[in-house]
């Protein structure tokens, strides 16, 4: 008779474990990261106008990466400009092209990335807790 009480008993514990498991890593909460852009100000170099742009976010929570490419006419990606890599401390705003502390940069361009007005771009970002967001955006 001890068997099926130690079953149960097993059965039971196992269920409150993936319950805590499911609730504290956010299994069932929503997985995307709403996200919003804008101009801070307009400069230029030898190869013309830039905009300097910083991006908010929906929630404050450590990123893992960001990954802005530059689009061509076909929506599809022509050119990765900057992309990082890591784990930054919990964030909510960051701009373009900026050192983010705990990630490194991994795109293969030495420059300073810049973003040239009249272009569509699409931002990737990935964050803790299984979310991530993604927002195409013409300058």
């Known amino acids: 008779?001890?068997?099926?009480?130690?079953?149960?008993l097993g059965i039971g514990l196992a269920l409150l474990a993936l319950i805590n498991l499911a609730v504290f890593t956010g299994v069932f909460s929503d997985r995307s990261i709403d996200m919003h852009w804008r101009v801070l100000a307009q400069s230029s170099d030898d190869e013309g106008p830039y905009l300097l742009a910083q991006f908010a976010m929906s929630?404050?929570?450590?990123?893992?990466?960001?990954?802005?490419?530059?689009?061509?006419?076909?929506?599809?990606?022509a050119e990765t400009l900057w992309e990082v890599k890591g784990k930054?401390?919990?964030?909510?705003?960051?701009s373009f092209g900026s050192s983010i502390n705990g990630m490194e940069r991994t795109d293969e361009n030495d420059s300073r990335p810049r973003l040239r007005p009249s272009q569509t771009y699409r931002i990737r970002i990935k964050a803790t807790?299984?979310?991530s967001g993604e927002l195409d955006f013409q300058t």
């Open 1 to 8: 008779m001890q068997n099926p009480r130690l079953i149960w």
């Open 59 to 77: 929630d404050t929570r450590p990123i893992k990466s960001i990954r802005v490419q530059r689009l061509d006419a076909d929506g599809e990606p």
């Open 88 to 94: 930054s401390a919990p964030i909510d705003t960051f």
């Open 129 to 131: 807790g299984f979310k």
